[in-house]
């Protein structure tokens, strides 16, 4: 594993997102998870999206880059993802038991990596190359993107939440 200390805090950020979402939406009702502005995704989207980008887009672009010599990263266009996903497992509990079990293969994998599996690369968006580090950075700043987006679709932040959860009832 790389001692780049960004890629470390990268790594670390994916660790602990799915406690953040849990955290973050625990106590929202059904009606907060659903809404969302015009032409925007609601919570309970944006969990579907993270969990379906887990294991359709980040993990597999992980393992092709792991596997392939300048493989091709496949993402998903989010307008069809949304339009054409599987809404039979949205219920919160699922969502995010099934974020957690799949980042957690992910962090399996990322865990059994040698020293060279760090260096492979592939085509960026622009066609130039980016290593396995700098998808790991991306995947991480992808999380806390969609994180930023659900704080501020349910009006609360992580740490508003990780406090109130951790005072002891009334």
């Known amino acids: 594993m790389p001692d780049d200390s960004a890629v470390q805090q990268s790594l670390a950020q994916l660790a602990a997102t799915p406690s953040k ?7 929202a009702a059904d009606q907060a998870l659903d809404a969302a502005p015009d032409g925007e995704w609601s919570t309970r989207t ?12 980040f993990r597999v672009g992980l393992e092709r880059l792991l596997a392939e010599p300048d493989p091709a990263l496949y993402f998903l266009p989010p307008d069809e993802w949304e339009r054409d996903r599987n ?6 509990s699922v969502l ?8 957690q293969a992910s962090l399996n994998l990322i865990a059994t990596m040698r020293d060279t599996d760090w260096e492979g690369t592939a085509p960026g968006p622009r066609d130039e190359p980016i290593t396995v580090a700098q998808f790991v950075q991306i995947w991480a700043g992808h999380d806390a993107a969609h994180l930023g987006q659900i704080e501020e679709l349910l009006g609360d932040t992580v740490a508003g939440a990780q406090e109130r959860r951790s005072r002891p009832p009334e």
């Open 21 to 27: 979402l849990a955290h973050l939406t625990v106590e």
């Open 46 to 57: 944006v969990l579907a999206h993270l969990r379906d980008a887990e294991m359709l887009e």
């Open 87 to 92: 809404r039979e497992r949205d219920e919160k």
């Open 96 to 103: 995010l038991s099934d974020f957690a079990l799949q980042r």
